[in-house]
């Protein structure tokens, strides 16, 4: 079958797949959301002339997942092909797999597991938690669009930028998405003036990813702070919610760094937020979470001169007899950090049952020699205990030449996810070994992944009550973020594991933190009491904010500002509670 005819048979496919959907005389609950099968699911008509009112860019989900499948929404499935799911299989874990997608999330569970193509080619492919349409935004009007289009037909409103995403926010079931991976301006402002800030800045379109950013900037013998991701869309929820990178403990949290924003609210309409002009929405945006408070369009923000780098990378395996020397070895690396993050340096590492990695070490104004130094006291003991490791480090000229040589970037798409702050107090109070016991209790459990990614934040705001970030951000020596494996072949399985993280890991961190936080970013989904956990202090003047600018809720995701005021029920439908 040429390409031109399996299109147009996917259309009449798609055609025929809605139209059923459609048609169906439940009536919707007071306080929910329509959805398909409702008698109020917009028609078909409605959709075309959404479809026409966004110049053709409205996109019907098909699952990435639908050529693994004989079936596709209970019909026969035209997308069926067992190599091109062959060939999937061998890219899914990556994160560019899922990019060009307006659907897919990278986070595979909150898919819940509908079109999975790891498993036989007799399961289905039903939509799950995927969207059901989603508008390709490349202007404003698109967007706009959008928002009223779901205010008018009643049925949940999403935002995806990348989708590079832990907690399920770009993604829900029988709803609408609003794309903004399209919008991906970058725009030098050589002389910005405006609040207490004179200098450069760049204006940075919603879906520009960090890679995109960093080699823009770098054009200019600039900087700026963005993820460690180079696939993170740097405005969207990266942004918006705090945003800490390589360049954290030089200049602070990437929210720290905006002067600007354009935002499209509830009501459709376009506003600028700054210190001075709707300073209420601007504090919020600065690490109140994304996907809440408006659709963001664009951030203005600082850039820095650039400078040279050095990294370092170690290694220390875990041959099955040296668990006690190794542990003891995190032990004097993690003393080591307070030192190390004041001198604006960064360091990502992991503990698993295969051994300790430093994955790396990234240090602003700093030559190889000078980081080396700061871990001497680790190769020390390494060395007087006998273990087994590698070591090296490196100087760069630019930051990007430093960004490009990381060979360590982990996928995104296989794992359960769970986090906690980790204040530097409990090193500075010498608790470091209750600290250890947790770590090896947690990296110690199958197919489970300790991360560290370790900062200073605390000295580029006055107050921590400056932005909206959690002020949990400000005390942490190091971020901790727990993962496990999914299980694609057994979803009772990645389930358990989930519900692990949550009842049993991350505990073990909860415990030695009481009253501590998490960043928003990288949490568990299920966290209990999230609004304290993630927001902190904060939380009752965002959801103040979040009534002000969105009183009737258009904007949902999991664990938003806001987003207990909700419920998705067991066939996905979002129910006010």
């Known amino acids: 079958m040429s390409p031109s005819s399996l299109k147009t048979l996917l259309r009449l496919f798609l055609a025929c797949a809605v139209v059923r959907a459609s048609v169906g005389n439940t009536t919707t609950p007071a306080g929910c959301r329509s959805i398909p099968g409702d008698s109020s699911w917009p028609s078909q008509a409605k959709w075309d002339a959404l479809n026409k009112t966004v110049g053709g860019n409205l996109v019907s989900t098909i699952p990435i997942a639908a050529p693994c499948h004989e079936t596709l929404f209970g019909e026969p499935n035209p997308l069926f092909n067992q190599e091109n799911c062959d060939a999937l299989r061998n890219i899914w874990f990556f994160p560019t797999t899922h990019l060009p997608s307006s659907s897919s999330p990278m986070e595979y569970p909150f898919s819940n597991n509908s079109c999975n193509p790891f498993l036989g080619p007799e399961t289905p492919c039903t939509m799950g938690g995927l969207v059901a349409y989603t508008v390709n935004a490349t202007c404003t009007r698109d967007i706009q669009a959008a928002i009223q289009f779901a205010k008018n037909n009643n049925i949940r409103l999403v935002i995806r930028n990348t989708g590079h995403d832990y907690l399920g926010k770009s993604t829900g079931a029988h709803s609408l998405g609003v794309w903004t991976h399209n919008l991906n301006t970058l725009d030098l402002i050589q002389d910005y003036q405006g609040g207490n800030y004179t200098g450069p800045a760049i204006k940075v379109g919603a879906g520009v990813k960090a890679i995109d950013a960093y080699e823009f900037a770098d054009s200019h013998g600039l900087i700026l702070v963005a993820g460690n991701c180079p696939t993170v869309g740097v405005a969207g929820g990266y942004l918006q919610g705090g945003g800490h990178g390589p360049l954290s403990s030089k200049f602070g949290l990437a929210a720290d760094q905006v002067l600007e924003w354009e935002v499209i609210t509830a009501d459709g309409e376009v506003l600028t937020a700054t210190a001075t002009n709707n300073s209420d929405l601007f504090w919020a945006l600065r690490g109140g979470g994304g996907s809440t408070f408006g659709v963001v369009l664009s951030a203005t923000v600082k850039v820095h001169p650039d400078t040279y780098f050095s990294t370092a990378y170690m290694t220390v395996p875990n041959n099955g007899s040296n668990a006690d020397a190794l542990y003891s070895v995190v032990g004097t690396f993690i003393e080591t950090l307070p030192a190390l993050t004041d001198a604006g340096a960064i360091a990502i590492f992991e503990v698993a049952a295969d051994g300790f990695f430093l994955v790396p070490a990234i240090a602003p104004d700093m030559q190889s020699s000078e980081l080396d130094a700061h871990f001497q006291p680790v190769i020390n003991k390494l060395n007087n205990l006998g273990l087994e490791y590698t070591y090296s480090s490196s100087t760069n000229s630019t930051f990007l030449r430093t960004f490009n040589s990381i060979t360590t970037i982990s996928n995104v798409s296989d794992q359960n996810l769970g986090g906690r702050f980790i204040p530097r107090s409990l090193v500075e109070n010498n608790q470091t070994n209750a600290l250890l016991d947790a770590i090896r209790y ?40 727990l993962g496990n494996y999914i299980n694609y072949t057994h979803w009772d399985v990645t389930v358990a594991r989930q519900r692990a993280i949550t009842d049993d890991l991350l505990p073990q961190l909860e415990a030695l933190t009481p009253n501590g936080g998490a960043y928003l970013n990288e949490g568990d989904v299920n966290q209990p009491d999230f609004q304290k956990t993630f927001y902190g202090d904060h939380y009752d003047r965002l959801l103040q904010i979040k009534t002000k600018y969105d009183p009737k809720g258009i904007f949902y995701a999991q664990t938003a500002v806001g987003s207990e005021r909700w419920k998705q029920d067991l066939d996905g439908r979002l129910c006010m509670t």
């Not at 199958?446 to 991360?451: A, G, H, N, Q």
């Not at 560290?452 to 971020?479: C, Q, T, Y």
């Open 442 to 481: 947690i990296s110690s459990q199958p197919d489970t992944l300790f991360v560290g990614n370790a900062i200073n934040v605390k000295k580029f705001v006055s107050s921590p009550d400056d932005i909206a970030a959690n002020p949990a951000f400000r005390e942490a020596l190091f971020s901790a973020t």
